[in-house]
């Protein structure tokens, strides 16, 4: 049966739509109020986008979830694009987690944590925030100011002193009783007011302390409340606007070219207008609307931020349904609204320019990786741009600890999680082709067993190194996968001449191929090498170390495996453990005094000042 009899077929009711392909892979995901009209409009042939003509051409099946009503149909919807992650639905960079400052006021010290999906555990949770830097640099300002413990519960009930960081003046010492239940409340109720962004309300708060402990003759106390005073007023200074309106509203913008744009969030606080936070997004087939809905059901989780009006520079096509979603979410009103002038279309102006300004800053980029890919291709005869490039790089000093490593890069851009680290196993000496033999012939076994193999291998280093991998390929059988070497610069030319940049190597081409400083290929296949070579370097570093403070540590009596363990998590490395002083090295829990001036001692032998 094709698409148009099976859409013949569908009911007139509300509910969910799902395209799916050959293989059942869903495309897209939609909701309609009559499932059967909706659905006829996609293959009626008179929608131009694209990206419908693809969802069209690729569909063999369509699948319907009938539902009561519009509201049901967003909220499965919504769990249906998260689930499936279609790709033909909008994809935020940030949409399947957007990340979220979490505080539990109900804990005794109650602790900042990030978060990527708020649950319904009665914490607040505060965001989101565009990325993983915007969100630290909040963490930073909130512990600089309010002083709330970092640690995690085990370390807080196991310190028996206080930490580095209350000798630096950022945390309170809830640990060891130097701050009272009540008094750190209070702290959390401050910190909670500055993430909401609600200083109206927090700055006469902090005033009035500071007068109380001026008065108290707490000298100290009262500066370090002036402190927070003026770095909340240096924050409200720099806000774009201030609206004393409205105390919460989102003003939401977009920009967007065919399937790929940007929407952007003005938040407002405590009437002050906040950080824009955009989110590029691309493979989006729905109308301004249909995007704009998808969106804010997506943002707006349950025991998130929501705010109580939301400005919008279209109607959404579901408005009533998803304001009622909202506001069972929120637990109070939430109003959404087209301003056309005053204060709300002036917020409009501001934050669409900005949707603008970061799909322009944005696609700039990603034209100059799709045209790096391109020429990639072209040089290494692949039918299309690679999409997922894996590089590998090996690291040992004198062949001591020989480790390696593999980076990943998905459609120009490195994808962090599929990093893998490699202790070497078969190979005992500096031997690098051995090395690159081995840790591809584990990793390509393993995509054999799991299908799934990269589009391009790139190997650091010359035809030695691009051998042993073609050695590998032969043996698995596997001669058709794609792999170039990337060497840098050196003389190996017999009139001596040194080649200008890093040179291209492929299997059976004499010559390497040599492109231009500046061109994008080469720049793209630098940062790869440059990825697999710092993070191969990394891991060594961090092995030598290791190996280093495990032999040192093994002569010393009383400490054994565990307490090693407890050493190397406590101060990451061998060079932090030695600049460690008696004292810190005591704070580690299973360590007192006596041991820790024996570690001390261990790691720090007295000087020979004998005369020669």
């Not at 995690?152 to 000798?167: A, F, G, I, M, Y």
């Not at 790089?393 to 480790?403: K, Q």
């Amino acid at each position: 049966m094709d698409l148009q009899d099976q859409a013949d077929t569908l009911p007139t009711t509300p509910g969910v739509y799902l395209f799916k392909d050959v293989d059942g892979e869903v495309l897209y995901v939609g909701k309609a109020t009559n499932l059967r009209s909706r659905v006829r409009q996609y293959l009626s042939g008179h929608d131009e986008r694209f990206m419908v003509r693809y969802l069209v051409a690729a569909a063999r099946r369509i699948e319907v979830v009938p539902v009561g009503s519009e509201k049901e149909a967003l909220l499965l919807e919504n769990s249906l694009i998260k689930q499936h992650m279609p790709r033909y639905n909008v994809k935020l960079r940030d949409d399947k987690a957007f990340l979220r400052i979490r505080l539990d006021s109900r804990q005794k010290w109650a602790r900042l944590t990030t978060s990527r999906r708020p649950k319904p555990d009665g914490a607040r949770y505060f965001g989101p925030y565009p990325s993983a830097t915007s969100a630290r640099r909040t963490l930073a300002f909130i512990q600089r100011h309010f002083r709330l413990r970092t640690c995690t519960d085990r370390v807080l009930n196991s310190r028996s002193r206080p930490c580095l960081l209350h000798q630096m003046n950022r945390c309170v010492a809830p640990c060891v009783g130097l701050v009272s239940e009540a008094a750190y409340a209070e702290i959390v109720e401050d910190a909670a007011l500055a993430l909401a962004g609600k200083n109206r309300e927090l700055v006469p708060r902090l005033r009035e302390r500071m007068g109380a402990l001026a008065e108290a003759e707490d000298y100290e106390g009262a500066a370090r409340m002036r402190d927070v005073i003026q770095a909340l007023s240096a924050a409200t200074q720099k806000q774009v606007v201030a609206d004393s309106a409205v105390d919460t509203r989102d003003t939401w913008g977009l920009y967007r070219e065919a399937d790929r744009g940007v929407v952007a969030c003005l938040p407002t606080r405590g009437g002050q207008v906040l950080e824009p936070r955009a989110f590029p997004f691309e493979g989006e087939i729905g109308d301004d609307g249909e995007l704009l809905s998808a969106v804010l059901n997506s943002y707006y989780e349950a025991d998130g931020d929501i705010p109580g009006e939301v400005l919008l520079p279209v109607a959404l096509p579901d408005a009533e349904a998803l304001a009622e979603v909202l506001r069972e979410r929120r637990g109070g009103k939430v109003r959404l609204v087209e301003p056309r002038r005053g204060d709300g279309a002036e917020l409009l102006t501001i934050i669409t320019n900005a949707a603008r300004s970061r799909f322009l800053t944005t696609h700039s980029e990603a034209d100059r990786i799709a045209k790096a890919l391109a020429g990639l291709a072209e040089i290494v005869g692949l039918d299309t741009p690679p999409w997922r490039i894996e590089c590998y790089d090996n690291s040992n000093l004198l062949g001591e600890e020989p480790v390696a490593s593999q980076v990943v890069f998905v459609d120009g851009r490195p994808a962090k999680k599929e990093y893998r680290r490699y202790h070497v196993k078969t190979v005992g000496q500096a031997d690098d082709y051995a090395t690159m033999r081995e840790i591809l012939g584990r990793r390509l076994r393993r995509a054999a067993e799991e299908s799934e193999f990269p589009d391009l291998i790139v190997v650091d280093g010359g035809r030695g190194q691009l051998s042993a991998a073609l050695d590998v390929l032969r043996e698995l059988g596997l001669e058709d996968q794609a792999v170039i070497g990337l060497s840098k610069p050196r003389t190996e030319h017999a009139r001596g001449d040194r080649d200008a940049t890093d040179k291209i190597i492929l299997p059976g081409r004499d010559e390497p191929i040599l492109l231009r400083p500046d061109n994008p290929t080469l720049r793209l296949l630098q940062h790869i090498r440059d990825e697999a070579h710092r993070f191969a370097i990394g891991f060594h570093r961090d092995v030598r170390s290791k190996a280093r403070l495990t032999s040192q540590l093994d002569e010393i009596a009383g400490i054994g495996k565990a307490r090693r363990v407890r050493l190397l998590k406590h101060f990451g490395s061998f060079s932090g453990l030695q600049a460690a002083s008696v004292e810190q090295i005591a704070t580690v829990e299973g360590f007192g005094p006596t041991i820790a001036a024996r570690v001390y001692s261990a790691l720090h032998p007295p000087r020979d000042t004998s005369p020669a």
